[in-house]
């Protein structure tokens, strides 16, 4: 007797484009692309307008005034991407599954082309606007504890310095070079964190959480630095930065040449620091590893 497993790896070995019975999407797989950084990681906030800002009240140094301070979020417009799915697929999923399922999935699928450059700008964002502070020497890099132990010292000692003017939030984030997560995850595994474990298909990028710090994957594997910043899970301007996310379009054009439809991405989005955040007093800082 086989079973339901059994039958859909058999599946996975046969033609599929000679297969003339509809496939649930359900049991379809599919290699999704990275989730957004900065969506991720910075305060969300609803755009409804072109231009956007956000305003936070500041108390004036020596003096019980109070001033509003506007940050204005810069729109981050991606180069369209062509996709290369064809008019007679779409045209084909819409027939099997109905025009509304057919798009969702489309979406889903397409939706980590977008992110990954998205991802590049907000990897940038971050390499512009980060405060540098001293790099770290990890005493001993193959011993996983202590690794960590060094880490998440030297991050809660930059959180506390964002502290120090004036109290904001001790919630945090911390954006990890690829190559010094093995320490973070390892000792994520025996102290009992179950974002691994939630995060299987690595639906998000978080890695793990150890108190009020939560741990990212820098998307950007090329990148050395490490990024700490501030972000209150209860209080919109007690965070380093503000995202706002424009709806996503998949476009259709006609192709001149051969008269059928090309499909075509558009994704904007737009960032800004907080207006709070500054040289003397940040709010999103980084580091290196020697």
Do not use: W
């Not at 971050?126 to 202590?146: F, H, K, M, R």
């Not at 001149?256 to 800082?285: C, Q, V, W």
Request: proline share 5%; charged share 25%.
């Amino acid at each position: 007797m086989k079973s339901q497993m059994d039958r859909i790896l058999e599946t996975s070995q046969t033609d599929i484009a000679n297969i003339d019975q509809k496939v649930p999407l359900e049991h379809l797989y599919m290699q999704r692309g990275l989730p957004s950084l900065a969506e991720s990681i910075f305060q969300n906030v609803e755009l409804v307008t072109p231009e956007a800002s956000v305003f936070v009240l500041k108390k004036k140094d020596d003096t019980p005034e109070l001033e509003l301070i506007k940050g204005k979020l810069q729109v981050q417009s991606i180069k369209p991407i062509k996709t290369p799915i064809t008019e007679e697929a779409i045209q084909d999923l819409e027939a099997m599954y109905g025009e509304k399922t057919a798009k969702d999935y489309i979406t889903k699928m397409l939706k980590g082309m977008a992110n990954a450059e998205e991802n590049k700008i907000c990897v940038k964002f971050l390499q512009d606007n980060a405060v540098q502070a001293d790099s770290i020497t990890l005493s001993s890099p193959g011993v996983s504890e202590t690794s960590l132990f060094e880490i998440t010292n030297k991050v809660t000692e930059l959180i506390l310095k964002m502290n120090t003017k004036n109290l904001r939030t001790l919630c945090g984030y911390c954006v990890l070079p690829f190559n010094k997560l093995s320490s973070v995850i390892a000792a994520s595994i025996y102290s009992g964190s179950t974002e691994i474990e939630t995060n299987d298909a690595i639906s998000e990028l978080q890695v793990s959480t150890f108190g009020p710090i939560k741990f990212y994957m820098n998307p950007d594997v090329t990148d050395e630095n490490c990024y700490v910043g501030l972000r209150s899970p209860t209080r919109p301007d007690c965070t380093s930065a503000y995202y706002g996310k424009y709806q996503n379009e998949i476009v259709a054009t006609t192709n001149p040449n051969t008269g059928g439809k090309n499909y075509i991405i558009y994704d904007r989005f737009a960032l800004t620091m907080s207006p709070l955040h500054t040289e003397e007093n940040p709010m999103l800082m980084k580091f290196r590893f020697e």
